[in-house]
């Protein structure tokens, strides 16, 4: 008789935890990327990234130029992080 207190215990506060959980509001996502958004973000086509070395000698990705200093464009391809499709495979 005690297992079945424990259960119908555990189910009543299961179900309020997830009825206060759902009533607490969540927050609106954006309706359309803000004008200063990098366009990696808003999928029109990748950033321009530079890639030089610091007075340090550490390498350096940035996606503005440096100042007075040797750089080279980092090339992206826009097919990046994207699986081919491939045909569907014949079941027996």
Do not use: C, F, K, S
């Not at 950033?47 to 200093?69: A, E, K, M």
Request: proline share 14%; no cysteine.
């Amino acid at each position: 008789m005690r297992t079945w207190h424990a259960v119908i215990l555990g189910l009543l506060l299961g179900g309020a935890l997830a009825w206060w959980l759902d009533r607490v509001p969540r927050e609106a996502a954006p309706a359309a990327a803000p004008a200063d958004t990098p366009r990696a973000t808003t999928g029109t086509r990748p950033p321009t990234l530079y890639r030089w070395r610091d007075d340090d000698g550490v390498l350096q990705v940035t996606d503005r130029p440096p100042q007075g200093r040797p750089y080279e464009i980092v090339d992206i391809p826009d097919d990046r992080n994207v699986v081919p499709l491939t045909p569907p495979r014949d079941r027996d």
